[in-house]
């Protein structure tokens, strides 16, 4: 579940690079990119081997999408320009580096919460 509902944030975030930064009016580009879910379908399938190590899958994800980040630019590169190239990198790293701030900071607000509760 974890992996689908990152992969639907992921999914969401590239159709709105798109939309920002592509000279693609027709959706040729998503045509394009649908056939790349099958790297997070057989990384999900690696993940369900080495469902016993937490370390391992977070690794098998995080290989997917760098695999998926490097189908993904081959496949829309000759819609985007340099400079809309660098803004769709740019737009997808700082997403990325907020949302996984927002979550390390939630879970130690969380923990942080729970130990204070405890009577030591």
């Avoid at 969401?12 to 580009?29: I, P, Y």
């Avoid at 370390?55 to 490097?70: D, K, N, R």
């Avoid at 985007?80 to 949302?99: D, N, Q, R």
């Avoid at 879970?107 to 030591?120: K, Q």
Wanted: hydrophobic content about 65%; some cysteine.
């Amino acid at each position: 579940m974890l992996f689908s509902a990152l992969k639907l944030i992921a999914d969401t975030m590239n159709e709105l690079a798109l939309f920002f930064f592509s000279k693609d009016h027709e959706g040729q580009v998503l045509m394009k990119i649908r056939s790349g879910s099958i790297i997070f379908i057989i990384a999900s399938l690696f993940a369900l081997i080495f469902n016993q190590s937490l370390l391992v899958m977070t690794v098998i994800f995080v290989c997917a999408c760098f695999v998926y980040f490097v189908f993904f630019m081959v496949k829309v590169s000759e819609y985007l320009t340099i400079g809309s190239m660098f803004g769709m990198i740019m737009m997808l790293f700082l997403f990325w580096a907020a949302f996984l701030f927002s979550v390390a900071y939630i879970l130690l607000r969380v923990y942080n919460a729970l130990i204070s509760t405890l009577s030591v």
